[in-house]
């Protein structure tokens, strides 16, 4: 073997080695890139409700409030919550560090509910939690799961994301 072909070896040796280091490098930034950005490809967990709202969880109404429903977004859990006068509450609890926010709700019409601070406006259906700042859209989450507890039999129906219905 000639130092030619032996240096010829060497370099397509190290050519090898750089490509394959830049491939594994390559899959780590992109693995790193979309892990922030992909949260829903990581297992979910899952949520229960019982005839309250979510179980161990502040999406919940109290023991002396008649639960109105519950819903879950990819983002938040939400249950609207009626007090023995009549009034409404907001519950909802943002998935990602589970913060609660409690507000006094009021009923719209077609079943929605809506809840202020100062400065967002949420409102709930069976179909979306829409969270605007006076005329601007904030946000707006499709329900993947809505509980209708003024219904006869109340049950856990999954939202048809293609035609936002029920069932």
């Not at 890139?33 to 229960?48: E, I, S």
């Given at each position: 073997?000639?130092?030619?072909?032996?240096?010829?070896?060497?370099?397509?040796?190290?050519?090898?080695?750089?490509?394959?280091?830049?491939?594994?490098?390559?899959?780590?930034?992109?693995?790193?890139?979309?892990?922030?950005?992909?949260?829903?490809?990581?297992?979910?967990?899952?949520?229960?409700?019982?005839?309250?709202?979510?179980?161990?969880?502040p999406a919940r109404c109290?023991?002396a409030q008649t639960p109105?429903?519950?819903?879950?977004?990819?983002?938040?859990?939400?249950?609207?919550?009626?007090?023995?006068?009549?009034?409404?509450?907001?519950?909802?609890?943002?998935?990602?560090?589970?913060?609660?926010?409690?507000?006094?709700?009021?009923?719209?019409?077609?079943?929605?509910?809506?809840?202020?601070?100062?400065?967002?406006?949420?409102?709930?259906?069976?179909?979306?939690?829409?969270?605007?700042?006076?005329?601007?859209?904030?946000?707006?989450?499709?329900?993947?799961?809505?509980?209708?507890?003024?219904?006869?039999?109340?049950?856990?129906?999954?939202?048809?994301?293609?035609?936002?219905?029920?069932?």
């Open positions: 073997m000639s130092i030619d072909d032996a240096r010829a070896d060497w370099l397509r040796t190290l050519l090898r080695t750089l490509l394959a280091a830049a491939a594994v490098g390559a899959a780590l930034c992109t693995l790193m890139a979309t892990n922030g950005y992909l949260p829903l490809a990581a297992a979910k967990p899952a949520f229960v409700v019982d005839g309250r709202g979510y179980v161990n969880t109290d023991a109105v429903f519950a819903g879950r977004t990819p983002l938040s859990l939400i249950a609207i919550c009626q007090d023995k006068r009549g009034g409404y509450e907001y519950r909802g609890m943002r998935l990602r560090d589970r913060a609660l926010l409690k507000l006094p709700a009021e009923q719209l019409g077609n079943g929605c509910f809506g809840a202020s601070t100062k400065d967002i406006t949420y409102t709930v259906s069976e179909r979306k939690l829409l969270l605007t700042a006076k005329l601007r859209v904030v946000r707006d989450e499709a329900m993947l799961e809505f509980t209708d507890f003024t219904a006869e039999a109340p049950a856990a129906a999954p939202v048809d994301k293609a035609s936002g219905t029920v069932g």
